[in-house]
């Protein structure tokens, strides 16, 4: 008589133990299939509901789907939510290793470059941070630093990033470790932006969302910037205004990479 297979779910269960303090947290199928498109080493992923997960991806995202089939382990959806703070509603959820320090210093480091870093100055929202490391994946930016307490690597940041983090590089430094390059920071006193050309090795400098630019990042920075604006209106989103800024690169002849 042939002998069952064993369960792989008691496996995962506690790999997923072990390596939950030192991994990123990947909530969601859409952080799980973004982060894999880039390149993350995946140890182990679960789902609620391992069909429904595969039906997704063979929708939404075909590339991705075979290896997700040899990745996605199904578990009991009580075991499912009681690894993850907030179960998202596709229940998927992995762990990634996090990108060496190292890898990502370097990178920023590279000259020259072909897109600007984006610098956030002392940012206190993490959804914010989360918001502007998406769509400066999206935009192919070199990275997103931040300055100041706010950890990049958050888990509500990753979230928010719907796991882009792989697709850029994400650190934390001082305003005396920042990348080489002009220093554009944004600012209501500066030069109108429409009026700019930006170049690739740009870095692009948003300040805190309560308090603007530090003393410190104003001192190194090159340009003093300005998106155009109506009267009254008090200011941008932090990611609006960080929007804004690499599509005018882009559209003014930025080497937007795919």
Known sequence: MTEPAPDPAPASVSLWHRLAGSCVLLDGFHALKHALRFGAEIPVAVTGDRAAALALAEELAPDVRETLAGL?????????TSLVPRPHPTAVAALAVRPARAANLERLARVPRRAPVVVLDQPRNLGNAGAVIRLAAGFGATGVVTTGTLDPWHPTVVRGGAGLHYATAVERLTVEELPAGPVFAL????EDI????????????FGSERSGLSDALRA????LVALPMRP???SYNLATSVAMTPYHWSATGGAHQA
């Not at 600012?187 to 500066?190: H, N």
């Open 72 to 80: 996605l382990t199904e578990v009991p959806e009580a075991t499912y």
């Open 187 to 190: 600012d209501p006193e500066g």
């Open 194 to 205: 429409r009026g700019l050309k930006l170049p690739d090795d740009a870095v692009l400098a």
């Open 220 to 223: 190194r920075a090159d340009h």
């Open 232 to 234: 009254q209106v008090s």
